[in-house]
């Protein structure tokens, strides 16, 4: 039976906007240990993966030879909420994989419900027993089952392609659209393959003394891709007289996944964040066509077009 033994230490900090940029792909060996003891093999790195909702940036991972001929495993993670808003982010299963295959048991990563924390994981019995551990093969792996992978190659033989699931951002044709009594200003617009929305609702969480419901967001499937809208709007507004839809570059016409949804902004009094997805499959470069249409006032859309790439 796999052991393992998780020792997370979180610290809160200030919100930033945007997504964690990749830093340059860096590897080098830094000695450390005794001669008394097994001499640990640490390595840095800074690469960067999107799942369900946050970013983890790997920073260093340390290999200690352990007596039954396993090793344990030190990671340094950053993980942040790429949200202006409190969401309940899909919760990964990581694991560290040498060429394509599990040498750990699996481990629970638990992002902050708003901002960013530093986690320090640390695994035992990982490996093969009687065999040396090679940092340098191995990948720390971010999915479910029957989601997306993400992956954090470690050093430069992991066996398998990095794949980050970085969302790409879509360029607007304007920054605002009104649509009858609706007016709403775009507050990012992005094609991503890590989350989308889900339909089952968040456990509210506190910020302070203050309780917030946050977004949900569930993970996505191997090969799809959602639509991620976020408008600004005034307090009060709702989505449930309000009709999105979405032309992808093939032609196809999309309704939102989930019903649209509003949160409030924590800082922001008046101000909500409404959140539109549209899940597909398929190629993703060209042009979409998002409509707006207040039910109340169907003669009067407002389109808004998106391009990738």
Same mark, same amino acid.
């Given at each position: 039976m $796999?052991?393992?033994? $998780?020792? /997370? +230490?979180? +610290? @809160? @900090?200030?919100? *930033? +906007?945007?997504? *964690?940029?990749?830093? +340059?792909?860096?590897?080098?060996? /830094? !000695?450390?240990?005794?001669? @008394? =003891? !097994? %001499? !640990?093999?640490?390595?840095? /790195?800074?690469?960067?993966?999107?799942? =369900? =909702? %946050?970013?983890?940036?790997?920073?260093? /991972?340390?290999?200690? @030879?352990?007596?039954g001929g396993r090793s344990r495993v030190e990671l340094v993670l950053e993980v942040g909420i790429e949200s202006p808003v409190p969401v309940a982010a899909a919760l990964p299963r990581a694991a560290l994989e040498a060429d394509g295959v599990a040498v750990s048991g699996p481990l629970e990563v638990q992002p902050p419900p708003f901002g960013r924390a530093s986690l320090s994981v640390t695994v035992q019995d990982v490996g093969t027993p009687g065999e040396e551990l090679d940092p340098d093969r191995l990948a720390l792996v971010l999915t479910a089952p029957g989601a997306a992978r993400a992956v954090l190659p470690v050093g430069a033989h992991p066996g398998q392609e990095a794949a980050d699931l970085r969302p790409t951002p879509l360029r607007a044709s304007a920054d605002s659209l009104r649509a009858g009594r609706h007016r709403l200003v775009l507050a990012s617009a992005r094609l991503r393959e890590d989350c989308t929305g889900s339909p089952v609702p968040a456990p509210a969480v506190p910020l302070g003394s203050t309780p917030f419901v946050p977004r949900a967001l569930r993970a996505l499937k191997p090969g799809q891709h959602t639509v991620e809208v976020l408008f600004e709007a005034p307090g009060g507004t709702g989505g449930d007289r309000l009709a999105l839809r979405l032309a992808l570059p093939d032609g196809r016409r999309l309704a939102p996944s989930v019903p649209l949804g509003t949160t409030p902004y924590p800082d922001r009094t008046g101000r909500v964040s409404l959140a539109a997805w549209f899940d597909f499959y398929g190629d993703t470069a060209g042009t979409y066509t998002l409509e707006a249409v207040d039910q109340d006032a169907p003669d009067a859309p407002a389109v808004l077009t998106l391009v990738a790439g």
């Open positions: $796999i052991r393992r033994r $998780i020792a /997370v +230490a979180c +610290a @809160a @900090a200030v919100l *930033t +906007a945007g997504c *964690t940029p990749f830093g +340059a792909d860096t590897l080098r060996a /830094v !000695p450390s240990g005794s001669p @008394a =003891g !097994p %001499s !640990p093999r640490t390595v840095t /790195v800074d690469r960067t993966a999107w799942w =369900g =909702g %946050s970013s983890y940036r790997l920073t260093e /991972v340390t290999a200690t @030879a352990q007596p």
